[in-house]
């Protein structure tokens, strides 16, 4: 017999909270940050996402080294079964919302002309809305949050000054992109074992690889000139320009060129790593317990979403120019 297991009373706050809760999943950073990339501005979508692949791992292994369990049920009712598994100290979607928010206004602030007012509410927002929606799911206690919001500041004060440095780099050396693969993967092998399988460890991967993809594929933009770098110093824009109903169509139009792109190689790529891994290792292909393995479950992770950070910034801004998408 099918058992109720909680009773909304205020669908207000049920869908307001679920949706804030989404503003801080894969499925937003999957859409926000390569709409970004194509639409508005690829520096701050590099910016963006090196400050989230550093504030995530951080906080990914803070919770599997402290351990901190999720708030009990009962009380509270889980309404994200998925991440059951996982830790509670500190809130990683508090990081992720906190880190993007606040480096997103930090970095528009002298390149954008806008009221900085405005930008610093709609930052607290968002930030606020996920973090109150990680109480509301009872996901996390309001430690776990706190905690969150407070080491992603303290790493955005402690960063700050070497965000131009960062932005350079892939001009450094030509070493650089085998560091970008070599260290990434090496973390993600070596990452802290837990008592009992969770996807802490995936979901970390797949944040890592997609960092390494990404910076690699700014290193190959610049290193073969398939874009103009931005000009020093970043140029102040006055205006904004107004949302017409062609720039809609036309953002529209790269974005699901690109996601089509992206999927492609996503799955393309997932199931030729699987494959090759599954007979390296003499693993029935069937046995879907089997990704869970380290030595198959890293690997494939991380060639995949390392293949989809290089797609989404280099691969589909070509495709951009071959359809004459501007």
């Known amino acids: ?45 590099r910016r963006l996402i090196i400050i989230w692949v550093l504030v995530m791992y951080i906080g990914q292994v803070a919770k599997d080294i402290l351990k901190w369990p999720r708030p009990s049920s009962p009380p509270v009712v889980k309404l994200e079964k998925r991440l059951i598994a996982e830790y509670g100290m500190p809130s990683t979607h508090a990081m992720a919302a906190t880190a993007i928010a606040f480096t997103l206004l930090i970095s528009t602030m002298d390149r954008y002309q806008y009221p900085f007012v405005l930008g610093l509410v709609m930052a607290v927002v968002f930030s606020t809305l996920v973090c109150l929606s990680r109480l509301y799911t009872g996901m996390h206690t309001v430690l776990d949050v706190l905690g969150g919001v ?6 955005i004060v402690l960063t700050y000054p070497a965000w131009t440095f960062i932005d350079r ?8 992109p085998v560091c970008v693969i070599v260290v990434p993967f090496f973390l993600c092998y070596n990452y802290p074992v837990s008592d009992y399988y969770s996807p802490t460890r995936a979901d970390t991967t797949t944040i890592l690889a997609a960092g390494a993809g990404v910076t690699i594929g700014f290193w190959i933009n610049h290193s073969f000139q398939l874009v103009s770098q931005p000009a020093e110093p970043l140029p102040v824009i006055q205006n904004i320009p107004p949302l017409t109903t062609d720039m809609f169509v036309l953002g529209l139009t790269k974005f699901a060129v690109g996601i089509v792109l992206i999927l492609l190689v996503r799955q393309l790529v997932q199931n030729l790593s699987l494959q090759v891994l599954y007979s390296w290792f003499k693993v029935v292909t069937r046995n879907k317990e089997a990704r869970r393995r380290l030595e198959i479950e890293v690997p494939y992770k991380f060639v995949t979403y390392t293949s989809v950070g290089i797609c989404a910034t280099t691969f589909v801004p070509m495709l951009h120019r071959f359809l004459g998408l501007p």
């Not at 297991?5 to 679920?18: E, G, I, P, R, T």
């Not at 001009?171 to 650089?176: D, E, G, I, N, T």
């Open 150 to 155: 407070l080491i992603t500041a303290l790493l």
């Open 1 to 45: 017999a099918y058992v109720q297991k909680y009773v909304v009373k205020n669908y207000f706050y049920y869908y307001l909270f679920q949706i804030s809760a989404a503003l801080g999943q894969e499925v937003f950073y999957i859409t926000f940050l390569p709409f970004t990339h194509w639409n508005i501005d690829p520096y701050l979508s």
């Open 169 to 176: 780099l892939d001009s450094a050396s030509p070493l650089f």
